[in-house]
């Protein structure tokens, strides 16, 4: 190590995989809305509804997060569909991310004095 006095740890900040991940409100609410909506396949308009986000954004993020591998598509009946792909390890990460998340934050509301 230099004598800089940043470490490599320091001067990667925000260039990792999370801020990769999460580099737009849109993804992340959309990302929510599989992980909360975990085995239902969902079209572009439910997605949409779901994370309050337009549909052309919608499937801008679709084609990242297909080739993350965090969704699949899956055709019904001649249409697209999306769902959480369950056997990929970052989307079950997530998915017991949200559910720790969820329950820390209910942990703390019975914390707080009304």
């Not at 085995?39 to 993350?68: G, H, K, P």
Request: no cysteine.
């Amino acid at each position: 190590m230099g004598t800089t006095g940043t470490t490599q740890r320091e001067t990667l900040a925000g260039e990792g995989a999370l801020p990769t991940l999460f580099k737009s409100e849109a993804r992340a609410t959309i990302i929510e809305a599989f992980v909360t909506n975990r085995n239902r396949e969902l079209n572009v308009s439910d997605i949409a509804r779901l994370s309050d986000t337009s549909r052309t954004t919608v499937y801008e993020q679709l084609e990242r997060l297909t080739e993350l591998g965090i969704v699949e598509e899956v055709e019904v009946g001649g249409t697209t569909r999306y769902t959480l792909n369950n056997d990929d390890e970052l989307a079950n990460t997530l998915y017991k991310l949200q559910g720790l998340t969820l329950h820390r934050l209910f942990e703390l509301d019975d914390d707080v004095e009304l």
